[in-house]
Each structure stands twice: as C-alpha cells, then as structure tokens.
C-alpha cells in the first residue's frame, strides 16, 4: 500500500487528481470505478477542471459507480445517480451509454447484481477504482460483517451508516436500509484502487485498514491483500496510524528513483560501471 499524507483536503484532491489524469491520459485506463459522499466532492471539481483545461479526456471513458441506494429513483435528490450527474457527469464528455449504474429501482435484483459485473467483464474490468471510506471501515456499501470475497449484491445498511448519511435527508427515517454495492472481491478485482478520506473521524478505519488485521469487521482492510493500492489521506485521517512519519518518509513503499541513484553510485564505487 502506498501512503500518502497530504496537508489538508484541497490537497488531496489535487494529489488524487495528479494520479487519475496520469492512469487515464497517460495509461489508458477507460474503465473507472467511482465513489459518491463526500470524500471525492473535491477531486470531481479538480477532475472537471481538468477537462474544462483540456488536461484530461473523457470521451472514450467508461463509469461504474459502486453502489446506489435501494428504492430511490434517479431523479430523487439523494439518489447516488443523481450526486454524480450534478459533481461529475453534467460536467464532462462521458458518453450517456458509458455511464455505467446499479438500478436502485429494479424489480430483479438479482439479475440486475449480475448483469453489472456481467457489463465490468465485457469491458476488460475496472483499471482504476477509486473509494471512499466509511467510518466502520466500509467501502461501497460493505458493512462490517460482509464476506471479503463478495460479489455485487444487496446489502444492509450498518446503524453507523445511516447516522452518517441523515445529514443528506430530512430525517434518518428517510434514509434507506439497503443498497446495491459492488462487493469486496468486485473492488478487489480492480487492477488498480485509489483510497481518499479527510477529517479525524476517519482516522480510527484508516487506522484498521492499513496497520489492522484483514478482517471482515473493517472490510477496506482487505485492500491489504491487493498490490497496487494508493491511499491519500490527510493529516486528521492520519492521526492514528502508528508509523505514520514511516508513510510521509517513504510513502509507505521503496522511492524507485532515490534507490536507483543509491544503486547506481554503489556500482560506480564498486568499479562496475
Ligand atoms: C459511496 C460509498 C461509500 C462512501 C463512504 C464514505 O459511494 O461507496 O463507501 O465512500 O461511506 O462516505 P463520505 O465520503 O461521505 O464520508
């Protein structure tokens, strides 16, 4: 996992949108994996700058969202559908046909959990997916409990879930109970996974799902078992890593660069070169 700890929000976004234009632009990753909430607000304006600057391209980019919210139509304020039309894709040249969403409406939930990873396979899999944290540890709508290899499927909302999303309905009431999310082993499947969260109140699942055990309890933590896995973070989301000042040294993987030029003066000394 490589760990980067940034100075506040504003520059995680930018940090994160240096790496989405570089695997978009740079190494052809059209197939995109996309969180909602409010963790990726900021990268979807540096994204959408990005385009209005002609940085980055998104004409032959594919979409799929991770989860939306059961029995909320797409029109529906709250609706994950709709969060993306208004930060993301009224803003850029996705085509409407590489929109790629779950179906909160649909009257067959089971073929319409199949169906998405039926469309992910067509299109050659996510290269880049790009997440979002829960404070109980979840990524998509994989509560504490779900199976590290899941699938897309429907899930339970976690009481933990619904107190943090409230503030984007009137009441918790209006909240809905189940979702369809993409599963674990859907994330896993990513060829590449790029983590953001901000704030101190997700320091405790940072926390779990870098230094912690893989667990079920904290289902990010099974990013541990995936090898090209970026997370960025804050300093507050930071807070409670243990070897933190390892992170910020090291980004928490070999420097390729500082170690060739160590290298390379080795073998000058040695007389090899
Ligand atoms: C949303 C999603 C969730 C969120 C998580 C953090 O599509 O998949 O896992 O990423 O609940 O939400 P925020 O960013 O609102 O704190």
């Given at each position: 996992m490589r760990v980067t700890i940034c100075s506040n929000e504003a520059a995680v976004a930018k940090e994160a949108y240096k790496l989405v234009r570089d695997r978009v632009v740079n190494q052809g990753a059209k197939v995109l994996g996309l969180p909602t909430g409010s963790s990726p607000i900021k990268l979807y304006g540096e994204m959408v700058a990005g385009y209005q600057r002609k940085?980055?391209?998104?004409?032959d980019v594919h979409t799929f969202n991770l989860d939306e919210y059961l029995?909320?139509?797409?029109?529906?304020?709250?609706s994950y559908r709709n969060f993306m039309n208004t930060n993301l894709f009224n803003h850029v040249n996705l085509k409407a046909d590489n929109i790629h969403f779950l179906d909160g409406m649909t009257d067959d939930l089971d073929s319409e959990c199949m169906a998405y990873e039926g469309k992910m396979e067509d299109l050659g899999g996510i290269k880049l997916q790009i997440l979002g944290i829960g404070r109980d540890g979840h990524i998509g709508f994989n509560e504490p409990g779900t199976p590290l290899y899941s699938r897309t499927g429907y899930v339970t909302l976690a009481a933990e879930t619904i107190e943090d999303n409230?503030?984007?309905?009137?009441?918790?009431?209006?909240?809905?109970?189940w979702a369809l999310s993409m599963g674990v082993g859907t994330i896993l499947d990513a060829r590449e996974i790029l983590m953001i969260a901000t704030g101190s109140n997700k320091a405790d699942a940072i926390a779990g799902m870098i230094e912690?055990?893989?667990t079920s309890m904290n289902t990010a933590s099974a990013l541990q078992l995936h090898n090209e896995v970026n997370i960025i973070i804050d300093e507050a989301a930071a807070s409670k890593l243990t070897r933190k000042e390892y992170y910020k040294k090291t980004g928490g993987s070999a420097n390729v660069a500082d170690m060739y030029a160590y290298l390379m003066a080795a073998r000058k000394k040695a007389g090899l070169d």
């Open positions: 940085e980055i391209d998104f004409s029995g909320l139509p797409v029109e529906h304020e709250q409230k503030r984007f309905f009137k009441s918790a009431d209006e909240v809905p109970r912690g055990p893989i």
